[in-house]
């Protein structure tokens, strides 16, 4: 089953607990203090543009990236309303292509602990470095192997809401360190009283430690710069649930 298809339609609905605008202002200071704080910034795993729109306000000239037709739909949806200046390109952050490079690439919401193998992350950090102009940054988070052991494995999670319901019935495996949710989802049909139609996708996330992280960043041609408990400057722990790196391009001169 493809991901995101029938939860693209509500996906905003169950995601209303994100602090999308506190992770902007604070990769806005972030960036700013690596002396971005305008120009071209991509975010890869854009969704449906919530952080996009968000970054866009600061004044950057955002490109949102995302392998999900359906999410990017209705990041476009929002784009028309915000008539903010957003490039949206449908494409997978493993083979992503650009015209030319960037100040900073951005990846928020785990989106790389969808990347299940290794080489393909690998790949991943090494197109973010070919992409990032001399001196540029990139800065994710990831979903830590304490979070899918303790946190989410094992955990049957439901939700009712007026539009929708969803049952998700999560699975981690710790031999291949990978959590599987299956996602039931029952969505209001419009102008139907009472019908619903019902989705069901399956997730699969891998389990990443920060040692694996960084040695893949490195691997990647990257220099791999400090990380961060969540979104917070203080170091990460056992028990973090949630990573933010930063890591720095690499290989480049700069023509200045």
Known sequence: MEAYTGFAEVYDVFMD???YKAWAAYLRKLLVEYGIEDGL??????GTGNLTECMAEY?????????SGEMLELAM???EKSRQDILYLHQDMREFEL???VRAVISVCDCVNYILEE?????VFRLVNNYLDPGGFFLFDFNTEYKYREILGEQVIAEDREEASFIWDNYYDEDEKINQYELTLFVREDGKQGLYRKYQEIHCQKAYTLENVRALVEQSGL????????YTREPPADDSERICVVAKEH????VL
């Open 223 to 230: 220099v791999f710069v400090t990380a961060y408990d969540a």
């Open 77 to 79: 949806r929002k784009k």
């Open 59 to 67: 004044g950057y000239d955002m490109i949102g990236a995302d392998s």
């Open 17 to 19: 607990d994100v602090p």
């Open 119 to 123: 080489e393909e992350l690998t790949e």
């Open 251 to 254: 290989g480049k001169e700069s």
């Open 41 to 46: 910034v991509l975010e890869l795993g854009c």
């Open 99 to 101: 015209y030319g490079t």
